[in-house]
């Protein structure tokens, strides 16, 4: 391979917001530099390409720019960064933990926990774009004279045309609030209806990727795009309870009965403070009451009453996790990636082939005629 290889792809990601700490360091931040120091030895080497993610930038608002993160920087201004250390740190709490004899599930939520614990420290909001952004780092670093592509991407739908409209694989936050709506379990939606969600159909991101892989190659400099929609054609939140009622009442979920499931409008909870009492009133009051029939009962609804708690506390964990998105107003700049647009439109016959640009986008469309459908048809 390495008297053959001339571009090199890197999209080997772990993207749980909470994964072990250890695991997410492994794959997001190491991962890269192992793809790296395997493309320094390839004699043929242009280009090296790594896919990172519009949302290293955390919980910043207003314009956010195409511009790389260096050795050690933080979101927050908090000094001290270095990513050995970390190695450090994991690997001291994996050993102490080891010889106490702890339980997995038990190294498990420590892992998870070290990682919120050390993203939140420097300013990021969780271990998954904590660990994206000192992979930037690594590759940015050690890069030498390879020319380095950064892809950031936003939030990456069902593709748009190819191979086929509505192609995805795996769930993303917005698509379980979909099906989950569809199928009535979902009864609230949560955040602000003016906030921008960005997203890219995932044809768009790929066709975005080789067209970069073309205009870069052999450069020796590095270049970061953001893939996204906020710039050119934004998306704001109110669209996604409009689409998911225009496409359920008019193509109902049919349940394990046979029977098409009744979706009424969605009740919108628009900030955290309106969340905490509709979960009060709906949720933590009943299990109050649930808990002292348990004890007049001796105990006969034990089970019931944990299994109840158990689910409240993984809705506010969840809650925790996707809030900075709920509530995100940052918007990408996409300067460089216009260019790109630019350079395409240029020869003419491939605009129609490599298509990227966010604004050919028609969101009621897309989310109605391409996107649900095609979430119900290949995901569930």
């Known amino acids: 391979m390495i008297h053959q290889v001339d571009a090199i792809i890197n999209l080997a990601a772990t993207t749980k917001f909470d994964e072990r700490y250890d695991v997410a360091l492994g794959i997001n931040t190491l991962g890269p530099l192992n793809v790296l120091d395997f493309a320094k030895k390839c004699e043929n080497a242009k280009i090296f390409v790594h896919v990172s993610t519009a949302y290293v930038s955390g919980e910043k608002s207003g314009l956010i720019m195409e511009t790389p993160y260096r050795m050690g920087e933080t979101l927050n201004g908090t000094t001290g960064l270095d990513i050995n250390h970390e190695r450090k740190l994991v690997q001291e709490k994996l050993d ?161 009965d046979g029977k098409p499931v009744h979706v009424r409008k969605i009740e919108i909870l628009s900030s955290m403070p309106s969340f905490h009492r509709y979960m009060a009133i709906h949720y933590s009051i009943p299990l109050k009451g649930l808990a002292v029939l348990n004890m007049v009962l001796c105990k006969l609804l034990d089970k019931s009453v944990k299994d109840f708690h158990r689910k409240i506390n993984l809705a506010l964990r969840l809650v925790d996790l996707y809030q900075p998105y709920l ?8 300067s460089n990636t216009e260019k790109l647009q630019r350079m395409v439109l240029k020869t003419g016959v491939e605009t129609e082939m490599f298509y990227f640009d966010p604004k050919i986008i028609n969101w009621d469309d897309y989310f109605v005629k391409t996107h649900i459908p095609g979430l119900v048809k290949y995901v569930f």
């Not at 509530?327 to 996409?334: A, E, I, Q, R, S």
């Open 96 to 256: 102490q933990l080891l010889v106490i004899k702890t339980p997995p599930e038990t190294i498990t939520q420590a892992m998870k926990d070290m990682g919120l614990t050390r993203a939140k420290m420097y300013g990021w909001p969780n271990t998954y774009v904590f660990t994206k952004a000192m992979g930037e780092m690594m590759v940015g670093e050690k890069r030498d004279n390879i020319s380095l592509v950064l892809i950031r991407p936003s939030i990456i739908t069902s593709t748009f045309k190819e191979p086929f409209p509505g192609w995805t694989e795996g769930i993303r936050t917005i698509d379980s609030l979909a099906v989950g709506y569809g199928k009535g379990r979902l009864t609230c939606f949560l955040g602000d209806l003016n906030a921008i969600s960005d997203v890219m159909p995932a044809d768009m991101v790929v066709n975005s990727i080789l067209v970069s892989m073309a205009a870069q190659a052999g450069k020796q400099k590095e270049i970061i795009y953001h893939l996204g929609s906020s710039q050119k054609n934004p998306l704001k939140n109110e669209k996604f309870p409009e689409v998911a009622y225009q496409y359920f009442t008019t193509k109902p979920w049919t349940n394990k």
């Open 327 to 334: 509530f995100f107003y940052g918007v990408f700049d996409d």
